[in-house]
Nanobody, 124 residues
Framework: QVQLVESGGGLVQAGGSLRLSCAASGRTFSSLAMGWFRQAPGKEREFAAG????????DYADSVKGRFTISRDNAKNTVYLQMNSLKPEDTAVYYC?????????????????WGQGTQVTVSS
């Protein structure tokens, strides 16, 4: 079993930045692909960014490309999401997810484990 705990959410003005962290435990972190998803009120959960267990495979949703950066530190069992140039439409609960595959992909079905989520609110 894998436990995921997100942190770093909060309230920020448009144009600002936040860095989300997700600490994993329960399994060798370097064998897990990781992803960040988000869910706004009344909308489905959507993919934001993903990273392979090696860190060499990275993908972003078009809506965040060029503004968000996903990274991982296998020594700290942590994956990060650096979010810059935030927009009000980025407001959502952000979830960290883990997959036992090399790369989890852009669908929630590709991930086995989920964190509890952290709220990000961007004011205009």
């Amino acid at each position: 079993q894998v436990q995921l705990v997100e942190s770093g959410g909060g309230l920020v003005q448009a144009g600002g930045s936040l860095r989300l962290s997700c600490a994993a435990s329960g399994r060798t972190f370097s064998s897990l692909a990781m992803g960040w998803f988000r869910q706004a009120p009344g909308k489905e959960r959507e993919f934001a960014a993903g990273i392979s267990w090696s860190g060499r495979g990275i993908d972003y949703a078009d809506s965040v490309k060029g503004r968000f950066t996903i990274s991982r530190d296998n020594a700290k069992n942590t994956v990060y999401l650096q979010m810059n140039s935030l927009k009000p439409e980025d407001t959502a609960v952000y979830y960290c997810a883990a997959s036992g595959a090399y790369y989890g992909g852009g669908s929630p079905q590709g991930y086995n484990y989920w964190g509890q989520g952290t709220q990000v609110t961007v004011s205009s």
